[in-house]
């Protein structure tokens, strides 16, 4: 039988797809497989529950909504590694959304060895003549769940686009079943920088030398960083997540990779956030690599890149140096994504430079202000980066470096980098803690 044939025997509707998921088991959702979450939903009765887990938070109304809803409580429990607003949204609805607490290096491991999928559903491209789908925008760990035995359940969409990789694909005899839905892809543009996060990006890429291997992260500071790079040369990309900045990047030639030690020529990547425009650039295009987090995301991977950056944003910071960059106290918003691991591999790369930006201060909405840069972080806070391995804390008063600092001079830095109405406060509580 060849692939065609084997396609078509496997071809059914959405609800035939679902139908062998039972109650209790376990489904890893690639890259937002919308049509298939809603065949669940349509035989959410006899769930209780059904256990759904994702790497990233759902950005399609038509998944989230369903799932959070009223009409999901008690028959779907979700659990996603790095959340965004819905989630964040319905957990102050009193919805229960569990958290994977995992670095991406390590989202591999824990699914093969803890999760153990029982089915992983995936949207992906149309098949090639050889048999591939190619995993979505946001494989995650489906491939690894795979290879443990999961199951395997497609919605196909030619609006997803056929990536290179060599790992980040099913062949057609893995798979148990397929449905075809042309669904619209979510879009995640980046973020528009405000003007204090232009000041920000604007004290980093003064440190940023022609030749450097780049890795942004999500918000408006790794976006304005971004759109101020178009005058370098030659800078390459190894990163978690391939977004719009850096396909403007790849466009303009700023980024030819010509300098890289790992994969040279090509942009490194793990998945993609971005517009239709960066999911059609990425289309069967050769110069960007995508291979698995625990590979990408490895430290020892990315510290062979030699002028390695790394940008990202956080949420707190205290005088000690400890970083928080996924909740406010108890109320998480984010998750920790791969900050430290690109931290620790930065570390290792000749010439690298990790940079953590956030604001200053805060404008509550009464008016008054509060301090980002704190004695201690606010009580039950998540340290995602620790003291140790901190390169650079950047607001929007400047830079201070912590790596290779003793406790009073970290303090020290931070002091003159935070808002002028806080640094009489945080020195007199430096003080009377001991720091200073």
Known sequence: MNFTELYQKKRCSPVQAVS????GQRVLLCSEPVTLVE???QKRESFHPLYLYSMMGFANPGIYER???EEGIGHFQVSVSYMTRPEAQAIRRGVRVDHLLTHFGY????FQEQIRPDYVFCHVSPMDEEGYFYMGICPGP???SIDRGAKVILQVNERIPRISTSFQRIHIREVEALCESSTVLPEIPDMEPTDLEVKMARHIVERIEDGSVIQLGVGGVPSAVGNFLMDHRHLGIHTEVFTDVMRVLMEKGVVDNSQKQICPGKSVAGFIQGTRETYRFVDENPEIFFDRLSWVNNPDVIGQNEKMISINSCMGVDLRGQVCSECIGLDTYAGSGGQLDFVRGVRRSKGGK???AMRSSLEKKDGTRISKITLTLPPGSAVTTPRNDVHYIVTEYGIAQMRNRTLKEKA???IQIAHPQFREELTYQAQ?????
């Open 67 to 69: 799932l959070y809803g």
């Open 20 to 23: 062998g998921v039972t109650s």
């Open 354 to 356: 990790s940079f953590i």
């Open 107 to 110: 989202i591999e491991e824990m």
């Open 39 to 41: 065949a669940l939903y």
């Open 432 to 436: 009377k803690a001991g720091i200073l």
């Open 412 to 414: 020290e830095a931070l």
């Open 142 to 144: 489906g491939r690894v």
